[in-house]
């Protein structure tokens, strides 16, 4: 056998409870070409017991045991071991429809494919379902205002060039936006992004998910905002990728800061303000109309509210 066309990487911590149904879905796929790398991230339940099951069965599954460092530092040592063409992120208590994997003949050159999500409640009530039309992006433009206007920008919904990735690894203690600075840092290398409607991604929502933690890393964010923007600023390689990025940086901010502002501490308002003086209104111009007018709301107003 050849190298895997996909390498799906999968940070384990603590979800025995969910695990085997995220990799049974793996081994339903049509597509067989894959590796599937097993981080275990310091797990203290059964999880590391089940990823050591699936590689003895299964040659084509992974399994790294190491340390808690979080899904940053789990995705990396991925990272660090993938060989196939596409890179797939997976959580561990997720699940991929069978023709997830399925990788349409004309979009084999594509630097990233995007699928369809479905997201379900626990209780397995599904809350909503993405309609995907097939199309591509071919620009830098093009893809930053797709991105900027997205309210969830996630990766596991996206196959990824691994040519694409190159280097760039993400960026460790990140706890909440790890994709979203992720992306902003290989968007110079995004070409030809593509939208695929062959397969769904199904995420599920957990109480015990990132999404219900946001209010404890409220001063990670504002943070990683300032450190962020400072690496964009320094993008040479397109005349409007500073522009795109920061409006990655802002509509990102916008989206998870302004709507926990009644949480701030008086610290933490300060650096929200500090944050506002930043906001350049002239690197909106990629956003739809309706976020625009909301940032510049916030610009305003911000600072005398806060």
């Given at each position: 056998m050849g190298e895997p066309k996909i390498t799906i990487i999968i940070p384990v911590y603590n979800t025995e409870k969910y695990l085997r149904k995220c990799l049974d879905s793996i081994l339903t796929q049509h597509e067989q070409s894959f590796e599937v790398i097993l981080v275990d991230d310091g797990s203290t339940d059964g999880s590391g017991i089940i990823c050591d099951e699936f590689a003895q069965s299964d040659s084509?599954?992974?399994?790294?045991?190491?340390?808690?460092?979080?899904?940053?530092?789990?995705r990396n040592v991925g990272l660090e071991m993938a060989v196939g063409k596409w890179v797939s992120f997976i959580d561990s208590d997720d699940e991929i429809s069978p023709d997830f994997l399925t990788i349409p003949i004309q979009y084999e050159d594509a630097d990233i494919i995007q699928k369809a999500d479905i997201w379900v409640y626990s209780n397995g009530v599904k809350i909503k379902k993405t309609v995907i039309n097939d199309h591509y992006l071919t620009s830098h433009r093009e893809v930053g205002n797709?991105?900027?206007?997205?309210?969830?920008?996630?990766?596991?919904?996206?196959?990824?060039?691994?040519?694409?990735?190159?280097?760039?690894?993400?960026?460790?203690g990140v706890k909440i936006s790890e994709d979203f600075l992720f992306f902003t840092s290989i968007l110079h290398n995004v070409n030809r992004y593509a939208f695929s409607s062959v397969g769904h991604y199904y995420y599920y929502q957990r109480e015990n998910s990132a999404m219900y933690k946001f209010k404890d890393d409220i001063r990670e964010d504002i943070r990683i905002t300032f450190e962020h923007l400072n690496i964009v600023r320094t993008y040479e390689c397109h005349s409007n990728m500073v522009e795109i990025c920061e409006n990655l940086v802002f509509g990102y901010f916008m989206k998870t800061l302004w709507r926990r502002r009644s949480y701030l501490t008086p610290e933490e308002r300060k650096c929200f303000k500090a944050i506002l003086s930043e906001m350049r209104l002239g690197s909106l111009s990629l956003c739809k109309p309706k976020i625009k007018l909301g940032m510049m709301i916030v610009k305003i107003i911000g600072q005398y509210i806060m």
């Open positions: 084509r599954f992974l399994v790294v045991h190491k340390q808690n460092g979080g899904v940053s530092s789990a797709y991105w900027i206007n997205r309210t969830n920008n996630y990766l596991a919904v996206r196959l990824i060039a691994r040519e694409c990735i190159g280097d760039t690894r993400f960026l460790i």
